[in-house]
């Protein structure tokens, strides 16, 4: 990379708010029927811009994490289905570039904060998760990626180990063996921390992430803030009970709402609001943990106005709120319509700084800077973007064109794998445009636009990248992309 174009305290802060299993429809400025209102994000949306067609890169959270931070689509990664467990090893792999590394390089200060379920070299004696040992260093974290410091979990809220984790050492010895067997205050049986308790992790990330503001200096900083919530469990505090309106999901969404308000609230406080970025998303769509059928009941709809939840190929599986505000460069109230991915972050921040980004790094992404200056673009700003559900199928996007290549959801929405009606076509297209709820299958009709997109799935996939730039290489090796490459041609 070339050398720095700009003193490091003239380049702004950015922090990147990532809640966990938010539905694109919680967002009130997004969803004007939501009945969940959240006052602080559609503050935020007023102050910056509101992005109606942002996704993240695989329907659940491990591979989304992954390409949020590294720029390349998970699915280049060894994860090619599922996520991680909390005992899971590190999915990033050595030496490959982050949005972390890339801005501490740059000048950054850079921390972690909250949910990382990108897998840890555990200190252990054996396969087991009981032949841990808790009092050893934990290897290749967040802190082995780029990032500074470190606060948090390893994995969801519902996944054992149930530790806090600062940098590479748990900050209590489990004592306890802990279950959460409430059908939305659920999480698995597992070692628990003398100092953990499920209900004060997001108030205790909260805190944390708040010190990190009011610790700054005159150096900036990148503030990477994975909520935990409001994945389950689901346990809003008190002061959130019943306030929604709808139920204990609607609730726990609000105090998500109030953690961003307090974010805003400090940046202010400590006189950097101007020159911070502010980024808030989701790692993918609601979850059906969330009660669906009691919230359509009483009139909300987690995923909108689209097909399917969280895991799913469908678009509530993978699309997402997205809003950014920096009272500097963003033009208030702006609304962006174009197609953006949550992997574009590495370009965009690389493109902040005056960085190229080398070719073995970013190969999924794509600079957001000009559309969050206003400037003016001469065609899409990306070519297309490809989407995973939890089974490991694909989707890819040209337009208003989607191709999914499956013959049901991929994930947890009837048609769910293995059940989709006899002589279903193994293949579906939608052009979003006329059908954004993806119910007429155009696979039939279009079999111009199914080959052009396999055409393209292909060449994505041979090229090891999605941008112009040096060929690569994805894990899995020949045989796995040529399957992959051919998999829609063959199917359908």
Not at 214 to 229: G, H, K, M, R, S
Not at 305 to 314: C, E, L, S, V
Not at 364 to 377: A, E
Request: charged residues 20%; hydrophobic residues 35%.
């Amino acid at each position: 990379m070339k050398q720095m174009q700009a003193e490091p305290s003239s380049r702004p802060n950015i922090i990147y708010i990532l809640a966990d299993d938010m539905g694109y429809g919680d967002v009130s400025c997004l969803n004007t029927q939501s009945r969940i209102r959240t006052p602080h994000l559609d503050r935020m949306a007023e102050a910056g811009m509101r992005c109606t067609d942002a996704h993240s890169s695989s329907a659940v959270c491990t591979p989304s994490r992954y390409s949020i931070l590294t720029g390349r689509y998970n699915w280049r990664s060894s994860l090619k289905k599922g996520v991680f467990n909390g005992y899971a090893g590190p999915l990033i792999e050595p030496g490959r570039m982050t949005v972390a590394s890339l801005l501490k390089e740059a000048g950054y200060r850079t921390a972690c904060i909250g949910k990382w379920h990108l897998g840890f070299d555990w200190h252990s004696s054996g396969p087991e998760a009981s032949d841990v040992d808790y009092t050893q260093p934990i290897k290749n974290g967040p802190t082995a990626v780029g990032f500074d410091y470190f606060y948090g979990i390893s994995a969801s809220l519902d996944m054992p180990p149930y530790v806090y984790i600062e940098n590479d050492r748990v900050t209590a010895l489990p004592n306890r063996i802990t279950r959460g067997d409430d059908e939305m205050a659920f999480w698995r049986e597992g070692p628990t921390g003398a100092d953990f308790r499920h209900e004060e992790v997001l108030p205790r990330c909260t805190q944390k992430a708040l010190e990190t503001i009011e610790a700054a200096e005159d150096a900036p900083f990148f503030l990477y803030f994975p909520l935990p919530a409001p994945h389950t469990p689901i346990l809003p505090s008190a002061a959130f009970e019943g306030q929604s309106g709808t139920n204990r999901y609607g609730d726990f969404v609000l105090m998500c709402d109030d953690v961003v308000g307090q974010m805003v609230a400090k940046l202010e406080q400590c006189g950097i609001s101007d020159r911070t970025i502010v980024m808030f998303t989701s790692d993918n769509g609601c979850s059906p943990k969330a009660n669906f059928p009691e919230l359509t009941a009483l009139g909300h709809h987690p995923s909108y106005r689209f097909r399917g939840t969280k895991a799913d190929i469908y678009e509530g599986g993978h699309r997402v709120p997205l809003l950014v505000q920096w009272p500097e460069r963003i033009q208030a109230g702006s609304v962006s319509h174009e197609t953006v991915c949550l992997s574009d972050l590495l370009a965009t921040a690389a493109d902040i700084v005056g960085e190229r980004l080398p070719d073995d790094a970013g190969e999924d992404s794509v600079s957001n800077l000009p559309l969050w200056l206003g400037h003016p673009l001469d065609g899409p700003l990306r070519e297309a973007v490809v989407h995973h559900s939890i089974n490991g199928s694909f989707s890819i996007r040209k337009g208003s064109w989607k191709l999914e290549l499956c013959p049901g959801s991929g994930g947890w929405s009837d048609p769910r794998p293995g059940q989709e009606p006899p002589g279903a076509p193994s293949i579906q297209l939608y052009d979003l445009d006329d059908d954004i709820g993806e119910r007429s299958n155009q696979q039939a009709a279009r079999s111009d636009v199914v080959e052009e997109l396999l055409a393209l799935l292909a060449a994505y996939v041979r090229d090891g990248r999605s941008t112009p730039g040096a060929r690569q290489s994805n894990a899995g090796g020949a045989d796995w992309e040529q399957g992959l490459a051919w998999m829609g041609r063959e199917n359908g």
